[in-house]
C-alpha cells in the first residue's frame, strides 16, 4: 500500500486525523474524478467500487507465510464479508474454498462453479432446507450441538444417501490466562470429547457423518488466544482419533486483523482527544460529543471502545506468522505449526476482512450543505448509514474528498459532520468532526476508503424503498469498471432503479384517477 498521497488528503482531514492506508488501483481511481463522476451519474449515489487484485495478494501473502512453517493451510474466503460474486470466482480462479452462512449462498457459490469440497458451511442456523442442501451435495459442513448432528444425520438417513457427508465439530470454552473464553457457539472444550464419542455411537450419526475436522471461531484478534485454542483443539484432536477416527484439519476460523490506517500514533491521539472531550477539556470531535462506547461516570471517562481495531501492530500475514511460530506449552513438538505437521493436521481458516483488505471504496455525492447554529456545519449526502457500517459505532478513517470544481481555501474551516438520507437525528454517516480546508458543495464526491470488508453490505438495507448501492468491479486488463452480477442477482436493478432505464414518457404513466 502506498503513503504518499497527501494531494488526496488535502481536502478532508479528521480534527483529528485518522490517515487511511491507500491501494495503487485506489488512488489511481480518485485521480480521475470525471471518471468518477461519470460513474455516479450512470449508477447513482452511492457505488461501491471494488477490485479483486488485492484479494489474491492478500492470500498468497498468508499462503506464503504458512509454507514457511511447514504448514498445510487451506483458505476459504468468508463470503459473509462482501455479497459481490467477483470475489467467489477469484476464489474458485485461486482454488482456495468459499465459507458460506446460508442457502442463497450455498446456490450461489454453487451455480459460480465452486466444487463441493472446496465450500465449507458455517451456518449460524441451519434450517431444514439447508441441511437438505447439504445432503443432496454432501457439501463439507461445520455443526455446532448436539441438535445439529443429529438433524443432519436424520436428514442423511431419509435421503439414503451412500458416501457420509464430511463435516467438523465446532468447539468453543477454551482457557486462555486462566479464565474461560465463553461463546455461543460450539461444543465446550471440557467435555467435547466425551460428547463426540457419544454421538459418533449413535448408528445413524456414525453411517451418514464423517468427522473430518475440529473448527472454532473466536472474537478478537488476539494472537495469543489462537494459539490457546489451536493448543486445546490439538489436545482433542489426539483423543477424537482414538475414539472415531481419522481427524484431517483444525480451523481457526476467520478473524485475522487488518490495519487501516497509515500511523498507530493518530490512532491513539484519537481516543486522548475523544476522552478530553467527553470531560469537556476540549471541543467535541463526534457528533453530539458521542462516546463511540465510551461514557463519562462521576467524572471518569468509562466503558470499552464499540468500534474495530483500525490500527494494529500486526496485519493478517505478521499476525499469522506469531501464531504459527508460538511455543505450545509442555509439548515435545514445539511451536503451533510443528505440531500441526507432526500429525499430518491441515490448518484452515475462513478469512473475509483480511483477504478483502484493499479491494473496496464507497462513493456518494454531496447535495446540500447548511451551517447549523450550534456553530458546525452539516453536510447531506445522497446514500444512507447502512451503505458504510458495521455494528461498530463508527468508520474511524478519514474519508476523502473529490471536489466538483476549484475553490478558494477555507480560512477558518468549522467542524462539518456528514448526514444521510433517512429521516432521523442520529443519521450520521461519519460520527467524527471534519475539516473540510476548501468547504464542502453540492457536486463534490466523498469516498470511504477500504470498505470491502464488512462496511459495504454487512448491515445495508432498502429502509425508505432506497435502491442498494451499485457494486462496480474494476477490470484492470480493460482499465473499465462493470457491474458485479450480484446486482442483477438481488433485483438492485430491477427496471424501475436501473441506471440506463429510459425517462418516462408520457404514455408510460398511468392515466389519472378522476
Given amino acids: 500500500m502506498t503513503t504518499d498521497n497527501a494531494d488526496l488528503r488535502r481536502w478532508c482531514r479528521g480534527f483529528t486525523p485518522l490517515d487511511a492506508r491507500l491501494c495503487t488501483w485506489q488512488t489511481n481511481v480518485l485521480r480521475e474524478p470525471e471518471r468518477l463522476r461519470k460513474l455516479i451519474d450512470s449508477y447513482g449515489s452511492p457505488i461501491h467500487l471494488l477490485s479483486t487484485e488485492p484479494f489474491r495478494a492478500n492470500g498468497l501473502e498468508l499462503l506464503d507465510v504458512a509454507a514457511l512453517h511447514g504448514v498445510d493451510l487451506s483458505l476459504y474466503f468468508a463470503r459473509k464479508a462482501n455479497k459481490c460474486l467477483s470475489f467467489v470466482d477469484a476464489a474458485r480462479l ?53 441438535h445439529e448432528v443429529l438433524d443432519l444425520a436424520w436428514a442423511a438417513a431419509a435421503a439414503d444417501i451412500e458416501e457420509p457427508i464430511p463435516v467438523a465439530v465446532r468447539l468453543s470454552g477454551f482457557i486462555h490466562d486462566g479464565r474461560k473464553l465463553y461463546s455461543r457457539f460450539g461444543f465446550d472444550i471440557d467435555d467435547a470429547r466425551e460428547k463426540i464419542a457419544e454421538l459418533w455411537s449413535h448408528p445413524l450419526v456414525a ?52 490495519r487501516y490506517l ?33 461514557h463519562v461516570a462521576n467524572g471518569d471517562v468509562v466503558g ?97 474528498v ?8 477555507d480560512p477558518d474551516p468549522v467542524p462539518t459532520y456528514l448526514t444521510g438520507a433517512y429521516c432521523t437525528e442520529t443519521s450520521a454517516l461519519c460520527m467524527r468532526a471534519l475539516r473540510m480546508s476548501r468547504g464542502l458543495a453540492p457536486g463534490d464526491l466523498v469516498v470511504w476508503p477500504n470498505t470491502a470488508g464488512y462496511f459495504m453490505h454487512f448491515l445495508e438495507s432498502r429502509s425508505h424503498q432506497f435502491p442498494l448501492a451499485r457494486n462496480l468491479v474494476l477490470d484492470v486488463a480493460k482499465d473499465a469498471f462493470a457491474l458485479d452480477p450480484i446486482d442483477w442477482i438481488h433485483g438492485s436493478l430491477s427496471p424501475s432503479t436501473r441506471a440506463d432505464r429510459p425517462a418516462d414518457r408520457p404514455s408510460d404513466r398511468p392515466a389519472p384517477r378522476p
Fill in 94 to 146: 485461486l482454488g482456495w474454498g468459499v465459507d458460506v452462512s446460508g442457502l442463497e449462498e450455498v446456490d450461489q457459490a454453487l451455480f459460480a462453479g465452486i466444487e463441493v469440497d472446496r465450500l465449507f458451511i458455517t451456518a449460524a442456523v441451519k434450517p431444514r432446507r439447508l441441511l437438505e442442501k447439504i445432503v443432496e451435495h454432501r457439501i463439507p459442513t461445520a455443526l455446532d450441538n448436539r
Fill in 262 to 294: 497509515e500511523s498507530d500514533d493518530q490512532w491513539r491521539r484519537f481516543w486522548s482527544e475523544l476522552r478530553r472531550a467527553l470531560v469537556g477539556d476540549r471541543a467535541p470531535i463526534t457528533y453530539r460529543n458521542d462516546g463511540l462506547g465510551l
Fill in 207 to 258: 453411517q451418514h457423518l464423517k468427522l473430518s475436522g475440529l473448527h472454532f471461531h473466536l472474537d478478537g484478534y488476539d494472537p495469543t488466544q489462537r494459539v490457546s485454542a489451536l493448543h486445546q483443539s490439538i489436545a482433542v484432536a489426539d483423543r477424537v482419533r482414538d475414539d472415531v477416527g481419522s481427524i484431517d484439519f483444525v480451523d481457526m476460523g476467520g478473524g485475522l486483523p487488518v
Fill in 304 to 400: 470499552v471502545p464499540n468500534t474495530y481495531p483500525f490500527a494494529q501492530s500486526l496485519d493478517a500475514p505478521a499476525w499469522l506468522d506469531v501464531v504459527l511460530a508460538s511455543p505450545l506449552p509442555g509439548r515435545e513438538e514445539g511451536t503451533v505449526a510443528e505440531a500441526l505437521s507432526a500429525r499430518g493436521l491441515e490448518l484452515r481458516c475462513e478469512p473475509g476482512r483480511s483477504l478483502l483488505d484493499g479491494c473496496g471504496m464507497t462513493v456518494a455525492r454531496v447535495v446540500w450543505t447548511k451551517d447549523h447554529p450550534a456553530g458546525h456545519r452539516i453536510a447531506a449526502l445522497e446514500m444512507n448509514r447502512t451503505q458504510c457500517r458495521t455494528s461498530s459505532a463508527d468508520f474511524l478513517v478519514d474519508p476523502l
Fill in 402 to 409: 473529490v471536489p466538483a470544481g476549484q475553490r478558494p481555501r
